[in-house]
């Protein structure tokens, strides 16, 4: 009976410390993003710019199912799964933006769309951890 308890206790450890890990490669794919589109911009270099938004798409599919997310947010934020949610659709309509001026180099509003992405970020991060 105390080898149960402790082979469950083990599993729901490991089960957490993965759900963290994913979350934490998302985090860190996206920032990545945004650092890669801030330098694209400031060394006018459109190819950065468009890695980093692959990057950005990349890390915040994660966070488009409700469910997905769901499972991933620690469970004392789990109530704040829509934030996170409209927070990545506001970023994945960003990323469009973003990639349509730059394809009629509409410079000034790829960086404004850049810009609200940044926000949406903070936002988010304010809101789910509490800031």
Same mark, same amino acid.
């Given at each position: 009976?105390?080898?149960?308890?402790?082979?469950?206790?083990?599993?729901? +450890?490991? /089960?957490?410390?993965?759900? @963290?890990?994913?979350?934490?490669?998302?985090?860190? /794919?996206?920032?990545?993003?945004? /650092?890669?589109? @801030? @330098?694209? +911009?400031?060394?006018?270099?459109?190819?950065?710019?468009?890695?980093?938004?692959?990057?950005?798409?990349?890390?915040?599919?994660? +966070?488009?199912?409700?469910?997905?997310?769901?499972?991933?947010?620690?469970?004392?934020?789990?109530?704040?799964?829509?934030?996170?949610?409209?927070?990545? =659709? =506001?970023?994945? %309509?960003?990323?469009?933006?973003?990639?349509?001026?730059?394809?009629?180099?509409?410079?000034?509003?790829?960086?404004?769309?850049?810009?609200?992405? %940044?926000?949406?970020?903070?936002?988010?991060?304010?809101?789910?951890?509490?800031?």
């Amino acid at each position: 009976m105390k080898l149960a308890k402790v082979v469950l206790a083990c599993t729901l +450890f490991i /089960t957490v410390a993965c759900a @963290q890990d994913i979350i934490q490669k998302s985090m860190s /794919t996206m920032e990545k993003g945004i /650092t890669q589109i @801030q @330098q694209g +911009f400031l060394n006018n270099n459109l190819e950065l710019i468009k890695s980093g938004t692959k990057l950005v798409k990349e890390g915040n599919s994660l +966070f488009n199912d409700k469910n997905v997310i769901e499972k991933y947010l620690p469970k004392d934020k789990k109530h704040m799964v829509n934030v996170a949610e409209n927070t990545s =659709r =506001r970023i994945a %309509l960003d990323i469009n933006v973003l990639e349509l001026n730059l394809e009629v180099k509409a410079y000034l509003n790829a960086a404004n769309a850049y810009s609200d992405m %940044l926000n949406a970020c903070s936002r988010c991060h304010s809101i789910v951890r509490s800031w």
